[in-house]
């Protein structure tokens, strides 16, 4: 982009330079009355600004020390053991010390009901159902669930509930933590770090404030009603002047939404205008008393010149470093129309490329940890070099959820989707089948034809096998070495047997050409040996299968153990069988 002079640091320093030397002969009181009541402007709007974006940085924080709380505390092996046992001392001696680890409020555990166990900021507290609240029922039901909320003893802040998991996957409870903004000590500590005075609203009422009159917090007063109207009714930020008890304000108020969507609180932070303008006055006041100084003033002036154009370059280099040092949750603000403000649009470009890339990342890790292994990184949203990078991260992704000789599932994939559908299966009570297949006589195939024939066969298997599922939900994985397995939801065990059937005899039905080659060998030589001479027939295979409505109080891996036996009854009744289990009996097909 071509850049003008006047933008230019050339143009920002040579021609304020002589315009000021200029309004200095001719008219230097006014000349600096104006410069310092807008400079003093400035300084107002870019303080609200940048208190804003402190502000909304805070609340972002906030919610991310909720989630990393949260789920690094559902993932720690003794707490589970202690919720799995409704020991609300133990959980509470185990995280005793983690809310200030992580700079969370309180951390809150229920069992799988969503009845409370232990709450940190109310120990004695425990056995009231917690179900109804959004981030607990989201966990019960095996989210991540976060949002702004108010209740009880807490009557504002922000709070993420991780379900807990047993070592088998179930859902034993919930924990909740969760950053409260409605006691007098955050609010000190938000004054302290944003400089400007910071009141807490729930719907029109002050909760929290940091305002004082006569010595006392001034809770309990209403906020002005056509800002209410703006930021509660219309969910709209308001930045402007704002009368607080008889005083100005210069004001930002923004809105919180609940789970619903609903404005129904608000945080204002502001500074009364009353200082500003004192200080405004005293700026005019020392311009004033400076212009007696003549061209002396010129050079005080170009040195706060050349500051102004510095500035952005300071905050500019401020905030690289902290990106290069791994923040990238860092915005650059940088609003220049020169190069400093070009260089830093093209770094916060090159940082929301980056966090747009880990987004990918995150949310296809997510996705196949929960069995949706078909999801991939879009690389269409990046270009250049970053797609590239993005193509590779997919690869590797590849390489960790499928097999890499069939291209099938592999069992890690298998387990977590199995798992959903077990979960989903005792939702919609609907019967669950698992097919698991197992070769015939592969090992001794694959000593007489070798390793690379060995390979196209369980390639041709694993083709035939899909060839014969005729939905998207049903999924097939390698098992073992030459075991496969399927997974068909909502399947009775009429249709399951169907389909093992029909995959039975298309296996039955392949033939491979170093086989067939070899079963003419074997005739030319006369081999009489029955037992060789079938184990150069086509390849067959067993299939196991097992079909259940799942149930609260039974485990996927009792579908598992079921359709292995049924494939151990149909090996040891010959080759080329289905076997089904259905409650106690095994059924030889």
Sequence with gaps: MKMTFFKSFRGKIIFPTMLVLLALSVFTSFYLSIRFSAFTGNIVQEKIAANANSLNQYLQDAESNTVAAA????????????????????????????????????????????????RTHEPDTFGDSLVGIYNI??????????????????????????????????????????????????????KEMLGTEVTIFLEDKRIATTITRHGSRVVGTTLESRIAKTVLGEGQEYTGNARILGEDYMSYYKPIFNSD????????????????????????????????????????????????????????????????????GLNVH???E????????????VVLIIRKLIEEINTMIYEHDHGNTDYCIDIDRFEGDYRILAANILDLAVLGIRDQLTGLANRRSFDNRLNIEWIRGIREKTATSLLIIDLDNFRHYNDTFGHHQGDAVLKAISMAICHCLKRDVDYVARWGSDKFIVLMPSTDARGALSVAERIRKEIEMIEFPDQKDHQIHQASQGHADNQKAAETENLTACIGVCSQIPMKNTSVDELVINADEALIKAKESGKNRVALKNEKTIAIF
């Excluded at 020169?338 to 470009?349: A, F, M, N, R, T």
Aim: without cysteine.
């Design 338 to 349: 020169d190069e400093v403000g070009q260089l830093g649009k093209s770094i916060q470009e």
């Design 334 to 336: 940088i609003n220049n």
């Design 71 to 118: 789920i690094s505390v559902a993932k720690d092996p003794q707490v589970i053991q202690a919720v799995g046992r409704r020991d609300r001392s133990g959980i509470l001696k185990l995280v005793n010390s983690m809310p200030e680890i992580y700079r969370v409020s309180y951390l809150t555990f229920t069992d799988a009901k969503g009845v409370a166990i232990a």
């Design 137 to 190: 029922d989201g966990a019960l039901e095996g989210r991540v669930s976060k949002s702004y909320a108010t209740g009880g003893t807490i009557r504002l802040g922000i709070r993420t509930g991780v379900p807990i998991r047993d070592s088998g996957g179930r859902i034993i409870g919930a924990v909740s933590a969760g950053v409260r903004f409605d006691d007098d000590k955050e609010v000190e500590r938000l």
């Design 261 to 328: 969507g609903q404005a129904f609180a608000a945080i204002f932070i502001g500074a009364p205008l009353a200082e500003m303008k004192s200080g405004a006055n005293e700026l005019v006041r020392s311009g004033l008393a400076m212009s007696i100084i003549g061209l002396a003033i010129a050079m005080v002036l170009q040195f706060l010149i050349i500051a102004s154009v510095s500035r952005p370059i300071s905050t500019l280099s401020r905030d690289t470093t902290h990106i290069a040092a791994g923040h990238l």
